[in-house]
């Protein structure tokens, strides 16, 4: 039963997952924020050195590409906002990391060395700007213990509900 209840969590959220190309190779994930094509992800993804914008390229769970506009960045909290031209797109329904405490199971999904639908789970171990040695900047942080890999930047992390708490950003 627990393992059918976690491959439910991954059927609500892939749908809402997209992968990040820049034209030869997977660049990262995106998360579809609004169902009127508005995209999540980390802004290394899509500033990176090794990532054209103009190359720039959004593929959809269903298989259809599109060229993405950047619409915004927060280097500081390593946050893009893409626009892609669809309408009626499945999201990720909102949780909130305030009120995760240590211990707590989430998930990440991405596309890990460009695998479509990769997914790893971990537990909770931290909340908040102030973790210890881990982070010491003024930015919320969901620290877990999940193994991402290159191609989860940018992609959704949910609680066990399948609700979005952050957007997955280091390894």
Do not use: C, K, Y
Request: hydrophobic fraction near 45%; charged fraction near 15%; proline fraction near 4%.
């Amino acid at each position: 039963q627990f393992s059918t209840g976690i491959a439910r969590v991954g059927d609500r959220v892939l749908p809402a997952v997209v992968q990040i190309r820049n034209g030869r190779n997977s660049a990262g994930t995106g998360t579809i924020w609004h169902s009127d094509g508005l995209l999540v992800t980390n802004a290394h993804v899509v500033l990176s050195r090794t990532v054209s914008q103009a190359a720039l390229t959004v593929q959809l769970a269903d298989g259809r590409e599109f060229t993405p506009r950047l619409v915004a960045v927060d280097q500081e909290r390593d946050l893009a906002v893409l626009q892609i031209d669809v309408h009626d797109l499945p999201t990720v329904e909102l949780g909130s990391s305030q009120q995760l405490q240590p211990g707590q199971m989430v998930f990440a999904f991405g596309f890990p060395w460009g695998v479509a639908g990769g997914a790893t789970s971990g537990v909770v171990i931290g909340v908040g700007a102030q973790l210890g040695d881990l982070v010491s900047t003024r930015n919320e942080w969901v620290a877990a213990s999940l193994h991402l890999r290159p191609g989860h930047s940018g992609g959704p992390m949910v609680d066990a509900a399948g609700r979005l708490i952050g957007i997955n950003t280091l390894m």
